[in-house]
């Protein structure tokens, strides 16, 4: 999925800011997580996209993803100041099996994560979710819309067992109001667990 916003206009880290938070998004490959960074991101995103060639038939399913021709192969950056000190540092996930390796270390100082997730390709989402889980990091949900996803957010919900406590939610990758909205629901979430008495967390 491209992105139908215009390039956000590269802004210089402020001399003030002095705490850094980051977040990761993850999920199957082609899903969106290179579109979301690249949207949203008040900065030229750091890519690591390459073209794809035959070398990956038969290890990449691009099957329900046939437009696609780049992926990444290490990581996506993408940066957000929320005010004068704090900045929110950002980063995508790649999304192939042979990459997933990548993934315990970008994880390592993550406040939280958004699994998005293509309705097409749900199963390509539980191992995002069972890692988030082994980690006991805090992670939404975000249904990327394609053209047609021909499933409801209660039959997501349930398809991936998810508990009713974690915030499901649509969005448009390519839109960047969409996906800072995104970023929003998991800022809100991670302040509601902080906050909870000891005993109502999870």
Known sequence: MDSTTSDP???PLRS????GLKIV????FGVGKTTMVRSVSEIRPLSTEETMTQASLGVDDASAVREK???????????ISL????????FGAPGQQRFWFLWDRLFSGTLGAVVLVDTRRLEDSWYAIDRLEHHGMPFI????NFDDHGHGLDDVRNALSLPEDIPLIDCDARDRASSKNVLITLVNHLYTLATAPQGARS
């Open 9 to 11: 206009t590269s802004a």
């Open 25 to 28: 998004v993850v999920g199957g």
């Open 141 to 144: 949900v975000a249904r990327n």
């Open 83 to 90: 005010d004068a000190e704090r900045v929110l540092y950002l």
């Open 69 to 79: 021709t780049t992926t990444t192969v290490a990581f996506d950056f993408g940066r």
């Open 16 to 19: 003030t800011a002095s705490d």
